[in-house]
T-cell receptor
Framework: EPEVTQTPSHQVTQMGQEVILRCVPI?????FYWYRQILGQKVEFLVS????????KSEIFDDQFSVERPDGSNFTLKIRSTKLEDSAMYFC?????????FGDGTRLSIL | AQSVSQHNHHVILSEAASLELGCNYS??????LFWYVQYPGQHLQLLLK??????LVKGIKGFEAEFIKSKFSFNLRKPSVQWSDTAEYFC????????????FGSGTRLLVRP
């Protein structure tokens, strides 16, 4: 069964640095998502992406965040200047319509 | 705004016991409902989904869930759990909006003792 893949599995970054999280969605899916889960909290929606543009974003997804689909396969989440509170597990998901298939996640640790 | 409540944060059962995990959502319109499972060290996997039709839906690994519209509930059940069901279970909802984003509950950690 096709899978959503995410790299890296763990990223450690100094506060204030930029970080890029990468995802390869399932190839024939049209909708792409980023979610995050802060330790001990629920999974939260960040952003959805369709037809090469953001279709919806949450309040969490402020100007420090951006997403891109630079080629036909990758889907990236960039955090421009990381803060301590950005430490979380970040999940990428894709869906042809619904339901969504999730990647293994990237654990982001901000020092 | 939509929200999802899972009442049990931690559940401990012995093997062969029956399981029911509660899930309630708040949204007045048409919803699509999901249960995902996350085994230790693994990604979220879809257990089952409800879009329309028969409110009793069957999923993988012997799980089922019942949609009760009047109670805004979508409880997950399994008649007899196994040690391998130890995982975290997440209820999720989307309101069929254009982005199909999921709103998750806080999750229930299930520990099944052999």
């Amino acid at each position: 069964e096709p899978e959503v893949t995410q790299t890296p599995s763990h990223q450690v970054t100094q506060m204030g640095q930029e970080v890029i999280l990468r995802c390869v969605p399932i190839s024939n899916h049209l909708y792409f998502y980023w979610y995050r889960q802060i330790l001990g909290q629920k999974v939260e929606f960040l952003v959805s992406f369709y037809n090469n543009e953001i279709s919806e974003k949450s309040e969490i997804f402020d100007d420090q965040f951006s997403v891109e689909r630079p080629d036909g396969s990758n889907f990236t989440l960039k955090i421009r200047s990381t803060k301590l509170e950005d430490s979380a597990m970040y999940f990428c998901a894709s869906g042809g319509n619904q339901p969504q298939h999730f990647g293994d996640g990237t654990r982001l640790s901000i020092l | 705004a939509q929200s999802v409540s899972q009442h049990n944060h931690h559940v401990i059962l012995s093997e062969a016991a029956s399981l029911e995990l509660g899930c309630n959502y708040s949204y007045g319109g048409t919803v699509n409902l999901f249960w995902y499972v996350q085994y230790p060290g693994q990604h979220l996997q879809l257990l089952l989904k409800y879009f329309s039709g028969d409110p009793l839906v069957k999923g993988i690994k012997g799980f089922e869930a019942e949609f009760i519209k009047s109670k805004f509930s979508f409880n997950l059940r399994k008649p007899s759990v196994q040690w391998s069901d130890t995982a975290e279970y997440f209820c999720a909802v989307n309101a069929g909006d254009s982005s199909y984003k999921l709103i998750f509950g806080s999750g229930t950690r299930l520990l099944v003792r052999p």
